[in-house]
């Protein structure tokens, strides 16, 4: 007999919300399991921060529902503020103030939870925690801002771009952070258009755009969708691109500016097939490389975009 299914720790119905000249949710239907890491990915502009804003309590939906912890914001919204922890996409936090007394303001709200002095330790700002806010690197403030997070021991952590303008060294460092609060066995909704931060961090991804669920899986389901273990991408002088598609293991070709991109299957019969073609057709080779799919190609297959256009 199968285990059974983890409960939910959220859930959205039919979730909308416009503005005046966009519509941001476009019936979002989306469910997150206790105990996981689920990432929401797209571009500026997918809908990523609306929804997360809706389900923190902070923006309204015009209309749907969402259900958090087996609660409602409107029946049970001092529970929830009690039970969840929130990274905003931009926390602006008092620089007057030290790390030490800005845990003690945060940790004031909350009626359980660890000490500030043991968030501190955890986020690993002990040598900071006399120095004002204003003082502190990116990285380290964006540590601050998970600290203010947790210090309520929260049952769901929502983090909103956690990592973004971070040198990679502090975004590393903010990955351990994220993972070890997972294996203690709570939940994590994050937003993220960094594509190697959702395939290291997230059990499933819901990938967005127009504020619609596109794709919906792990991230090695989503890369396995494409049929194609490999990408080439490749820049020639006079090519005759339709002629591209018959190349032995070609499963998909698609012209990007200035170059010209094959899904395939077999990377050791298609980059010679497709040398042999390009002499065929006397176009000069000016530019190659070859890499493994990735969520970004699954994202650009299904738009013809990339996640990170504007």
């Known amino acids: 007999m199968s285990a059974a299914a983890p409960p939910l720790a959220l859930r959205l119905r039919d979730l909308r919300k416009s503005y005046k000249d966009v519509t941001a949710v476009d019936g979002l239907n989306l469910e997150v399991r206790s105990g996981e890491c689920f990432g929401l990915l797209g571009p500026n502009g997918a809908g990523k921060t609306t929804t997360i804003e809706i389900c923190e309590g902070l923006t309204a939906p015009d209309s749907g529902e969402i259900e958090i912890l087996g609660l409602t914001w409107r029946a049970g919204a001092g529970l929830l503020r009690q039970r969840l922890g929130i990274q905003l996409q931009e926390t602006q936090l008092s620089e007057k103030l030290t790390v030490l007394e ?5 940790r004031s709200f909350y009626s359980q ?3 500030p002095a043991e968030t501190i330790a955890l986020v690993q700002l002990e040598e900071k925690r006399n120095s ?15 600290a203010c997070s947790l210090v309520g021991d929260p049952a769901l952590l929502f983090l909103d771009e956690p990592t973004t ?11 351990d952070l994220i993972e070890r609060f997972q294996r203690s066995g709570r ?32 991230p090695r389901e989503l890369v396995a ?3 194609a273990e490999h990408l080439v991408e490749f820049s020639a002088a006079g090519v005759d691109v339709p002629s591209l598609q018959a190349i032995p293991g070609v499963l998909r070709v698609r012209v990007d500016k ?12 298609a980059v010679p097939a497709l040398l042999a073609e390009l002499d065929r057709q006397r176009a000069p080779l000016t ?10 190609d699954v994202f650009v297959t299904l738009t013809g975009r990339h996640l990170r256009d504007e």
Not at 132 to 146: D, E, H, I, M
Not at 165 to 175: I, K, N, S, V, Y
Not at 192 to 215: F, N, P, Q, S, W
Not at 258 to 269: I, N, W
């Open 102 to 106: 800005t845990l003690q303001l945060f």
């Open 113 to 115: 939870g660890p000490s």
């Open 132 to 146: 004002r806010v204003g003082q502190l690197s990116g990285g380290q403030k964006q540590r601050l801002a998970l």
């Open 165 to 175: 303008g971070l040198d990679p060294q502090a975004r590393r460092q903010l990955w």
């Open 187 to 218: 939940t994590i909704v994050l937003t993220t258009h960094y594509m190697d931060e959702a395939e290291r961090l997230c059990d499933r991804v819901a990938i967005m755009d127009h504020g619609k669920v596109i794709a919906l899986g792990t």
């Open 225 to 227: 969708s494409l049929g």
């Open 258 to 269: 200035a170059s010209v991109s094959l899904q395939v299957a077999e990377l050791h019969q």
């Open 287 to 296: 530019e190659l490389r070859t890499h493994s799919a990735t969520l970004e």
